[in-house]
């Protein structure tokens, strides 16, 4: 079983029952379930991620002191401490990970505060163009097992995705960084001779366009060793990632440097075709610069709109 799979199979065998059994009385204030940091949060877990933070174990949600005082906390501690050292195979970890506790008791304010900056979810138009795309992705992957007070629930449908109009914003700068970079400049410097800077052209485009596809399909990117993995079992461009792939790992010399260009162009039609599906653009050309202020034109938000077009990548 998956590290997911494992996670739950132990709190359904020994978490609930131990808090059925020790703690009735705190059960209505009480969420569990397994998310965050971690590749067996996103369910791409194998036999080589083990080596690390792979353990069966679980999250177990708190309000704040009001609800769930400070010795009610210690004393979930203690008992979730107390569970099995092993299950299924696997034993339990006695050392923290670095960056500190992924699993056992945590406070939901100070969960979501350290992973977005925000003790409740509730993010402004700043923090939602400036907090990283990997700690949103870590607040809403994963599962929860049950979440009695629904509190943890609402956090996480609320930061499903970015609203609308951040899309957009952080869209058409993706657009605009695929256009300078691929349609651009990566031929320019290859004229120049330039050849490590082609291939940081080639880089830059990858990173943008790799960006571009995820907003398309109203996805987070993972952290960035993950994200060709999500990206092939995205439903819209997911081929995308295999020509990506292509563009860092071949030279730019000779022929592979004009069929290189050529893949960068049949990219930047695909995104095209999908801006045009979802009526993000207005432009019709084939030029990516054009759509990205098609795109940026589009926010409602007047304040945003005005931003300067990169202010969101």
């Not at 162009?265 to 801006?275: F, G, N, P």
């Not at 045009?276 to 030029?287: H, I, S």
Request: contains cysteine; aromatic residues 10%.
């Amino acid at each position: 079983m998956n590290g997911l799979e494992l996670s739950r199979a132990f709190f359904e065998e020994y978490g609930r029952p131990m808090l059925e059994q020790q703690f009735p009385e705190l059960l209505p204030h009480l969420a569990a379930g397994l998310f965050g940091s971690g590749s067996e949060c996103f369910g791409y877990d194998d036999e080589i991620s083990r080596d690390h933070d792979f353990e069966p174990g679980f999250c177990l949600f708190l309000p704040g002191e009001d609800a769930v005082d400070r010795r009610s906390a210690f004393l979930l501690e203690r008992a979730y401490a107390k569970l099995p050292r092993e299950f299924a195979g696997v034993r339990r970890s006695l050392m923290q990970p670095v960056g500190g506790a992924r699993r056992g008791v945590l406070r939901t304010a100070e969960f979501f505060a350290e992973k977005i900056g925000s003790p409740d979810g509730v993010l402004t138009l700043a923090q939602w163009l400036t907090v990283p795309e990997q700690a949103l992705a870590e607040c809403t992957n994963g599962a929860l097992f049950f979440d009695n007070p629904g509190q943890v629930s609402q956090i996480r449908e609320g930061l499903a995705f970015f609203p609308e109009d951040v899309r957009r914003k952080k869209l058409a700068g993706q657009l605009l960084l695929m256009a300078q970079s691929g349609q651009y400049n990566y031929r320019r410097c290859l004229a120049h001779g330039e050849n490590g800077a082609a291939q940081l052209a080639a880089g830059e485009f990858v990173r943008s366009t790799m960006a571009a596809v995820f907003l398309l399909n109203r996805r987070y990117r993972p952290y960035y060793k993950w994200s060709f993995r999500a990206m092939r079992s995205l439903p819209r461009l997911s081929l995308t990632a295999e020509l990506l792939e292509y563009l860092l790992t071949t030279d730019n010399e000779g022929d592979l440097a004009r069929d290189k260009y050529d893949v960068m162009e049949s990219i930047a039609a695909d995104v095209i075709d999908e801006l045009m599906e979802q009526g993000l653009t207005e432009a019709v050309c084939g030029d990516l610069e054009k759509h990205a202020y098609s795109v940026n034109d589009a926010i409602a938000d007047a304040e945003l709109r005005n931003l300067h077009i990169l202010a969101a990548t």
